[in-house]
């Protein structure tokens, strides 16, 4: 799978041509492929060092396909974790915790549990709502949240920095893969 990441050093040293790719790879496919493959001839320097899914590589497909995201990942809405006892929780991390259990395969869903998951979007969140990234950002992990915050519904700031920085990294990279292809033709 070809998906760009940001590894925290904005001095990588990435020709015109790599820019251009990047660009080329965008328009090829609205889906992150494996570049290498035999069937894609579209190769660059990005290769090296973006090749797992990744963060930046969904907020620069976010925007080169002008998309909104208003949620940070699917857990609890069409992402769930099972345990062998058949209990359901809202993503893997939450796995074994009792008060995260939001329903079993023997009963279903407690859709007043799942429901937190499907209303708690970038909209309704105080500090989300205001930010000019919100729809590139989805906002913060519900775990994460919990680990920093003792709180699921508290956003965690270092993950929030963390995922400003990588979307102005990707706004880097998508302008200059812009700007290569412009001055190319």
């Given at each position: 799978m070809y998906s760009p990441s940001?590894?925290?050093?904005?001095?990588?040293?990435?020709?015109?041509?790599?820019?251009?790719?990047?660009?080329?790879?965008?328009?090829?496919?609205?889906?992150?492929?494996d570049v290498n493959n035999k069937n894609n001839n579209i190769k660059s320097k990005f290769t090296?060092?973006?090749?797992?899914?990744?963060?930046?590589?969904?907020?620069?497909?976010?925007?080169?396909?002008?998309?909104?995201?208003?949620?940070?990942?699917?857990?609890?809405?069409?992402?769930?974790?099972?345990?062998?006892?058949g209990n359901i929780y809202p993503c893997q991390r939450f796995t074994g915790m009792d008060d995260y259990k939001i329903g079993d395969i023997f009963s279903g869903f407690d859709y007043d549990k799942r429901f937190i998951y499907y209303s708690y979007d970038v909209n309704n969140?105080?500090?989300?709502?205001?930010?000019?990234?919100?729809y590139l950002c989805g906002g913060t992990?519900?775990?994460?949240?919990?680990?920093?915050?003792?709180?699921?519904?508290?956003?965690n700031e270092n993950e929030c920095k963390h995922k400003m920085n990588i979307i102005n990294r990707s706004f880097k990279i998508y302008l200059k893969?812009?700007?290569?292809?412009?001055?190319?033709n």
């Open positions: 940001y590894t925290g050093n904005d001095k990588i040293d990435y020709s015109n041509d790599d820019y251009i790719n990047l660009f080329k790879y965008l328009n090829y496919s609205s889906n992150f492929i090296k060092y973006y090749l797992i899914k990744s963060e930046l590589a969904e907020i620069i497909k976010l925007i080169h396909f002008s998309e909104l995201t208003t949620h940070n990942c699917g857990s609890g809405l069409g992402y769930v974790s099972i345990d062998v006892d969140n105080e500090k989300c709502s205001n930010c000019w990234a919100r992990c519900f775990y994460g949240n919990y680990v920093f915050n003792n709180d699921k519904m508290k956003i893969s812009m700007i290569c292809v412009e001055n190319k």
